[in-house]
């Protein structure tokens, strides 16, 4: 088929290439002329594993194009609208302005069709009742059919995540009339090569669909924010929050996955689509349905406060004090650092009058773009080198993988906060290093150790992801 996505940031980009990869013929559209380019010319424009490797064969295989031009879209099959919904500036709901005026300008040029019905398939996260508004607008065009297909898309893992997902779910406005089973099965055809390996497809109605997507990261964010504040009550009586997870993650009723304490969440997903779900929810009058979603937020934003009161009780007091920060990206294999965790604790620390260097292996030149005036230093070592106190704060491999005896040798105190909750502390113990961890009790620190062996080869050698 022929294909377009509009709108080729993170989401749309990678839907486009995945695309291509399984066949189709895509164009990808945005109105960010300098973004188009960099993508024409087989360049990814963010950092994600695998990703630039099937931008590349997609247009070496002439199957992948990208334009500013709708005109350029008017004979595709399938519209797939990548739009991103972020947070309104005057509230908690999303903006839907890029997505209603994409919708709109597709619209002016799509033709009217017998047959085979054209398909605009939306997969921007939004709030119930948008798939339906933009149905009643899109649809007045003869032959056109709206589904809407939220993507489950982890950064790190989008190219996998979108070739071989979990779960496909397709939302319509109404499953059992012979147009949205058309459209369905229309949409099947796209994605043949994927349910050929049985992966499961669920059709249900619009708004479902549409929760689907916002009550995954509801869930997924009170999850992470409940062993936050399991965190905090294991601080306040003397138990080890490690432990604690590890125990009731045993429970497959729970299971053990984001129950990892630590600094929180962050990202251009989950704290800006649950304040959308909080907002659509009291739009819809469920707010107090829905109240907890706030106290999972402030709980979030609470463990960024309380790492850096930590670093002040490690350090005595801030201004002045050397701090090295590991990790400036939201999650590893990203250089993503919208609402990142890491970066923001550093900018604390920062305004608090400390000498912060942040290091991370890809988001130092998109974090030295959010906090002006901060430290950057691309080589671990010259970033170690002088530390007072050292905070993990992203889990790359190379940090949690560090070598506490070669890191020991280059800071001028062995002091490490593990806001991650990765590193063993026994090992750091011995190495000499004072090591706290959100929710955790400090091991005693064991002798400084006598001589540091050659610094550790950090270079990685990401997976191939298909």
Not at 256 to 263: E, I, N, P, Q, T
Not at 279 to 292: K, M, P, Q, T, W
Request: include cysteine.
């Amino acid at each position: 088929m022929m294909i377009s996505v509009i709108g080729v940031g993170y989401l749309g980009a990678v839907h486009a290439a995945a695309m291509a990869e399984i066949g189709h013929d895509v164009i990808g559209l945005d109105v960010d002329a300098e973004r188009v380019a960099v993508l024409q010319a087989g360049r990814a424009p963010f950092h994600e594993p695998g990703f630039e490797d099937i931008l590349r064969r997609g247009l070496a295989a002439g199957r992948l194009r990208f334009t500013t031009d709708y005109a350029d879209l008017a004979q595709a099959d399938v519209h797939f609208l990548g739009l991103g919904t972020p947070q309104r500036k005057d509230g908690y709901g999303a903006d839907l302005s890029h997505l209603e005026a994409a919708t709109e300008s597709l619209r002016d040029v799509l033709p009217a069709r017998e047959g085979a019905p054209t398909l605009v398939v939306g997969k921007s996260t939004v709030p119930a009742g948008t798939a339906r508004r933009l149905a009643d607008r899109v649809e007045q065009v003869e032959g056109v059919q709206l589904l809407w297909n939220p993507e489950f898309l982890r950064e790190g893992f989008a190219v996998k995540d979108t070739l071989e997902p979990d779960r496909l779910v397709y939302g319509v406005r109404d499953p059992e009339t012979l147009p949205a089973v058309a459209a369905v099965r229309r949409l099947d055809a796209v994605y043949a090569p994927i349910l050929a390996r049985d992966t499961p497809r669920l059709v249900m109605g619009y708004e479902t669909a549409e929760l689907v997507k916002a009550s995954a990261n509801a869930f997924l964010a009170t999850k992470i924010s409940f062993i936050n504040a399991i965190a905090e009550m294991c601080e306040a009586v003397g138990g080890d929050v490690t432990d604690v997870a590890r125990a009731i993650g045993m429970d497959d009723r729970i299971g053990a996955k984001f129950l990892r304490a630590g600094v929180g969440f962050g990202g251009g997903c989950l704290p800006k689509d649950i304040r959308a779900f909080i907002a659509s929810a009291e739009e819809h009058g469920v707010g107090e349905s829905l109240g907890f979603l706030r106290e999972v937020d402030t709980i979030n934003e609470r463990r960024r406060a309380r790492t850096v009161e930590l670093s002040g009780e490690m350090l005595g007091i801030l201004r002045g004090r050397r701090i090295t920060v590991l990790g400036a990206a939201f999650k590893p294999d990203s250089d993503d650092v919208r609402d990142s965790p890491a970066l923001d604790v550093a900018d604390r620390l920062l305004q608090a009058g400390a000498q912060v260097t942040v290091t991370d292996p890809q988001a130092l030149a998109n974090a030295s773009q959010r906090v002006p005036g901060l430290v950057v230093e691309a080589d671990l070592a010259t970033a170690l080198r002088g530390a007072e106190l050292t905070l993990l704060l992203t889990e790359w491999r190379e940090y949690r993988d560090l070598d506490p005896v070669w890191a020991a040798g280059l800071v001028a105190v062995p002091r490490m906060l593990d806001g991650r909750s990765v590193l063993e502390p026994r090992s750091w113990a011995e190495a000499g290093w004072e090591l706290r961890a959100l929710g955790r009790s400090a091991p005693t620190p064991g002798p400084a150790p006598t001589a540091a062996p050659a610094p550790p080869d950090t270079a990685r050698t990401l997976p191939a992801l298909i």
